[in-house]
């Protein structure tokens, strides 16, 4: 896909290359060059830099001869002052336009021309000249087929008719006809000369160059408007009024065009330029295996000097299906010329932009590169169209980003998200090679900080002693005999006193350079000891991962497009800030929109984009804040707490599909258990009575891992971000959620609901209700179990036992028993039970051995009588199979344990009350 369009005002905004599919981006790419090439030839297929024509009738037939003498001027146009070239906007050309009044359609463009010829003064562009041109007629009718050939690869081999000053032939492709004819490098500056141009600023390259785009420019004029051009345009007399203009503004106007300046380091090839396609360069070699590589490149040009252009991937893969072509024009910006560090003038004999050799190279990515308008002006784009993005275009949405295309010039995002700011760090050994990555909270940096310069200052310490002797033995052999006199002396006071004022000027300064020298070699016998001591290197670096929106500019849509406009439609893309200052950090808040320069895209490992931004990404708000609504129609969504109905049913949906979901959630966390040494539980309920079931890890000394303060008994009112909800829990019937690094605790943003749950926990309704969430959360009785109709939990004992078939599965083979349950409800339940989980709940209940059941242990009648005898009260989840091997369907027990006999007691008790 191409992108659809870059923001540069209205001059440039039909222009773009990125649509979401390949069949989207094809209709519109190619309709964009269909109409700039219609009835051109494939190989010069623009009209490069012709922006204005005026349109003036002022030629008759009888009209006397110009300056050219022998050439009638009925035929040809006039050369005037100031000719269609690069630099001008609006060029005014005379010219005779006659238009064959052949069909309807031809005697209205005829008459809206001749209106518009009413106004002598009148400039048109060649929008409007498209428009007076009408349908495009047959090229063959109106154009010599010479000029049908003419490519920016054989313009400087076009010769022209002496006596009409038209076309004649390409040398190379024709024989020379006879008759005598004009338009070699030597004839056009001996004409020069012979108007008094200073033949000291131009030079043979000079000319070559320039009578190369100006005929290949006024060839595809002749082209694209054959019905007004066609024979007129592309003359001898035109081709040298031209020159002259070009002489006038480049070599004595000094007014260097675009390309010029960019090979010469004058201007950075980072400013944002539109540059025509010359040619597709494609250079063929041999590799080591015997294969044909192929390499592609692009010269492009600005209509006076052109450069060679190195694309990536992306642009390559355009240049092969045709939708970058010879004439098409290009917007780009952020490029780079690499090769030269001093650059190079275009005419140095040794620059040659077409050739393999060519040393100077313009290196441009697809996210700095757009199609811009067939009528655009070539060159430099005028900083009114792009100073408020700093000489760069606007990238519209996140679908125009291509990855690995380059950094992204401009780009207006919504944060939607803001996670904890992070750290990553890396531990590498002496040859920096990193052995292990951590991502770390900022109170898990702060501890891994305090540890690392702690134990960095025992260490120091340990080695400080013993550097300070070595150093300071090693010093002292250097030291003046004065000096060493003095120490060895029973008393260096005495001995300093008897010292002649030279000595004593020695050891003064031996004595101050010491203290330095023994600073300096201590610290780094102390460093060296550390390398050695521990070659691990530890480093980190911050970083806030943020998921964006790119946000909808409401003028560029149509109301239809505004009114369906479907936010769940706008892709969310993940952004990763590394190293970001506290100024940036303030204004990356939820619900911001701010305009990002210079961030890099990447191809995450599920096919998404992923946005890297660093120091160098420039972040700024938007000069004009957009409204709160227009921030809700790109896709933001405000924080707004889940309630623990929809995260029971997203987790249930979630069971079946394996995935993985964020939610803010606000609920009472009625429970806190220790499930492991670095692992805890917190069960959290509200006014629905459903529970999720909450899972932290946390270090081995961790003390309240949830945060909740001093108020760990009795339900406690917390909001947390970013829970990571899991698969639902069919044995409890609660959701299961994930505490992760991106999850953190707050009530600020939760405020008003976390003031309800307050008011409702303290109500006795509210304290009798999370107790009875508490009795059934110990008692492991769920509080719905109608709506799941294949789990079902009773408690009651074990009456009978006896073995049945067994059952195969794969590999293994199951040994399954009959048991009779009693409820206390009436009828006795049936269930089928492994013979792994009958040992299991015999062996922990009446601590016999597992192996009562096995080969040579207590037959099974002795084991049935002994649980009839001895009775214990048994929890049992039930599940409800279909039947094996022509067994009634009935329900099989997947987890049996002891019943909490004091939990249950508890929840028939708050029932009866």
Known sequence: SFYRSSRVQDEFRDGAFVTPDVRRVNNHFGNRFNALTAGLSTEASCAQRSNIVTAKKVLQNNSSKSQWSGISTSESIVPVTSPTCASSRRTPIHITIEIHPENESSLKSKRLFESSLDRLDKKITLRELATIEGEPLSVSNRVLSVTCSINSTNATKLRFNRNDGLPLFIIGQNAAPKGE?????????????????????????????????????LAA????????????????????????????????????????????????ATRMTILCVSQV????????????????????????????????????????????????????????????????????DCYDSSKRNCQVLLKINSNNTRPARWDAKLGFVSPKYNHHLGGTFLVKSLRDVIPDGGAIPAIDLVVCRKYPKLYLEHISDSNHNIVETLHLTEAE?????????????????????????????????????????????GSPEDFYQQLGENEKINVDNWEKKRTTLLHGMVLKSIQDSLKDDSPNQRSSVPYIRLLVRSFSHLEDLSLNEAHNL????????????????EQVESLLKEGSVLRMKKLTAKRGRFDEITLTAGPETHVEPLHHAPTYQHILMSGYKKRVPTSLVSINIESKRICASRETRDFDVAACIVKVLRVSRNKSLAYLTD???????????????????????????????????????????????????????????TNRMMQIRCEELQTWC????????????????????????????????????????????????????????????????????????????????????????????????????????????????????????????????????????????????????????
Request: glycine share 6%; proline share 3%.
């Open 566 to 581: 479907n936010t769940d439609e706008i892709p969310s893309v993940e952004l990763l800030f590394w190293r970001v200052s």
């Open 445 to 489: 940096e702060a501890e891994r900080l305090s540890e690392h310069e702690a134990r960095h200052q025992l260490t120091s310490e340990k080695y400080a002693e013993e550097a300070r002797t070595y150093c300071a033995k090693e010093l002292d052999e250097d030291a003046p005999e004065e000096w060493k006199k003095m120490v060895a002396s």
């Open 762 to 913: 303290k109500s006795p309704q509210g304290i009798k209700f999370c107790c009875d969430v508490v009795n059934r959360i110990d008692s492991m009785i769920p509080l719905c179990i109608e709506p799941f109709i294949e789990k079902k939990v009773c408690v009651g004992y074990f009456l009978h036992l006896h073995e049945m078939q067994n059952r195969i599965t794969g590999s293994e083979v199951s040994t399954l028993y009959m048991v009779l349950i009693d409820c206390g409800c009436g009828a006795l339940l049936k269930a089928i039970i492994t013979k792994k989980l009958l040992q299991d709940a015999v062996h922990f209940c009446y601590s016999l051995t597992k192996s009562i059941l096995d080969e040579g242990g207590i037959s099974l009648p002795l084991v049935s009588e002994f649980l009839r005898n001895n009775q214990v009260l048994f929890y049992f989840l039930l599940h409800d199979r279909q039947s094996y091997a022509g067994i009634p369907s009935m329900f099989e027990i997947t987890q049996v344990s002891p019943a909490n006999i004091d939990g249950i007691l508890k929840m028939h008790s708050s029932i009866a009350n």
């Open 687 to 745: 006014e629905s009575g459903l529970v999720l079931k909450l899972f932290r890890d946390h270090k081995d000394h961790a003390v309240d891992p949830f945060s909740l303060g001093a108020a760990q008994t009795g339900p406690v009112v917390t909001a947390f971000l970013d829970v990571q909800i899991s698969s639902f829990d069919t044995s409890e019937q609660c959701a299961v959620g994930d505490w992760t690094l991106l999850t953190c605790k």
């Open 181 to 217: 004819f004009v338009g070699s490098v030597g004839e056009i500056k001996n004409w020069l000369i012979s108007q008094d141009f200073d033949s000291s600023l131009f030079c043979t390259k000079w000319i070559s160059n320039h009578y190369r785009w100006i005929v290949w420019k």
């Open 221 to 268: 004029m002749e082209r694209r408007f054959p019905q007004c051009l066609g024979r007129k345009y592309l003359t001898y007399q035109h081709v040298l009024a031209q020159l002259c203009t070009r002489y006038e503004k480049e070599l004595k106007g000094a007014r260097l065009p675009a390309v010029r300046k960019i090979l010469n380091k004058d201007i950075s």
């Open 281 to 348: 360069l494609r250079f063929r070699s041999k590799q080591k295996d015997g294969k044909t590589h192929t390499e592609v490149r692009l010269e492009l040009t600005d209509g006076w000097y052109s450069l060679q252009a190195v694309v990536d991937g992306f642009l390559l893969g355009l240049i092969e299906q045709r939708q970058i072509k010879v004439g098409s024009k290009l917007m780009v910006c952020n490029a780079q010329l690499v090769g030269s560090d001093d650059g190079v003038d275009p005419l140095d």
